[in-house]
């Protein structure tokens, strides 16, 4: 939360108490508990509550603040984040999907809401349910989220916005016309010169619809 954000709550807290009436306010152990008690309150409600757009430009994010976003059968999944070097955020995805899958398509995050061609190295490790694991690395135009090709169940992801090691690792759940995969997937821009300036957009395999949570970490 920022000074400004944190000196707004704490004003509109001490204006909902209803003020002491003796000669001392100051005083009064009961009036000093119900200010200290509505300023708690009100700065916590703040810090639990989502960063909302304002449908024009990107979201700040302080440290610990965070997004929480719905869509429903998308593709394309805008975060409207503003970020910059040296900034780390987590993402949880959770939803559901139509479960046909599309060749060729994994789940991934376009920074600055666009693809660089064949700037990102990405490794994989994934299983099929009750399968032995299978290992790939393989040259990206964007951070992969998922490898599957289907249809994304799940996904929690770190990011490091550090332009000389910008990085990208998540945990997914995903299915493939039926068959269901666990994977986890590590993607590096080898662009050392880019600027990470909006976290970008999510790209889906499939039509998908839930929540998006972004939170700011450091």
């Not at 910008?166 to 050392?192: C, F, L, P």
Request: net charge negative; aromatic share 8%; glycine share 6%.
């Amino acid at each position: 939360m920022s000074a400004a954000t944190m000196w707004a709550a704490m004003q509109a807290a001490i204006a909902a108490v209803t003020p002491y009436q003796g000669n001392d306010p100051v005083a009064s152990a009961s009036y000093r508990a119900a200010v200290g008690q509505a300023m708690c309150t009100a700065i916590i409600s703040e810090q639990n509550s989502p960063v909302a757009w304002d449908g024009t430009n990107d979201r700040v994010l302080d440290v610990g603040q965070f997004t929480k976003d719905s869509f429903t059968s998308a593709t394309s999944m805008p975060l409207h984040i503003a970020c910059g070097d040296g900034q780390v955020y987590e993402i949880d995805m959770a939803g559901n999907f139509t479960p046909a899958a599309a060749a060729g398509i994994n789940c991934s995050l376009n920074t600055n809401n666009t693809t660089y061609a064949s700037a990102f190295t990405t490794a994989f490790i994934y299983a099929a349910l009750g399968s032995a694991a299978t290992s790939l690395v393989a040259t990206a135009n964007s951070f992969a989220l998922d490898n599957s090709n289907g249809g994304i169940y799940s996904v929690r992801a770190k990011l490091n916005t550090s332009t000389l090691t910008k990085q990208v690792t998540s945990r997914s759940r995903s299915a493939v016309t039926g068959t269901n995969y666990i994977m986890d997937t590590e993607t590096h821009w080898d662009d050392t010169t880019t600027v990470w300036l909006s976290l970008g957009t999510i790209i889906m395999p499939n039509a998908w619809t839930g929540q998006i949570v972004c939170r700011r970490i450091a």
